[in-house]
Nanobody
Framework: VQLQASGGGLVQAGDSLRLSCAGSGRPFGHYHIGWFRQAPGKELEFVAAVSRSGGRTNYADSVKGRFTISRDNAKNTVYLQMNSLEREDTAVYYC????????????????????WGQGTQVTVSS
């Protein structure tokens, strides 16, 4: 599966953004999808994940209550709605996919995802 992330931009603290991750090449509904981010000088970190059906979601503690992940398999797209953005959310955001059992055992582990899209930059100014 090929992944294309989009929707990033420059916003002010408190604003909202919606990122999209569009998939192609394989039946999108077969894949669990995760969002990760990497801030300047920091390690890649887990943000959120959604199961193949959309029935299960997981979030990093730092974004719980502010970010919402969802998917529309008919449109081959996963969304990350980001509200109440903070400067600390500034990062390059990546979406990742996998359809193996290992993802179900660890949605937050980058090594469990075999397919990655290019990143989209999110910059939050104060």
């Amino acid at each position: 599966v090929q992944l294309q992330a989009s929707g990033g931009g420059l916003v002010q603290a408190g604003d909202s953004l919606r990122l999209s991750c569009a998939g192609s090449g394989r039946p999108f509904g077969h894949y669990h999808i995760g969002w990760f981010r990497q801030a300047p000088g920091k390690e890649l970190e887990f943000v959120a994940a959604v199961s193949r059906s959309g029935g299960r979601t997981n979030y990093a503690d730092s974004v719980k209550g502010r970010f919402t992940i969802s998917r529309d398999n008919a449109k081959n797209t996963v969304y990350l709605q980001m509200n109440s953005l903070e400067r600390e959310d500034t990062a390059v955001y990546y979406c990742a996919a996998d359809n193996s059992l290992r993802v179900r055992l660890g949605f937050d582990l980058r090594g469990n995802y075999g397919y990655w899209g290019q990143g989209t930059q999110v910059t939050v100014s104060s």
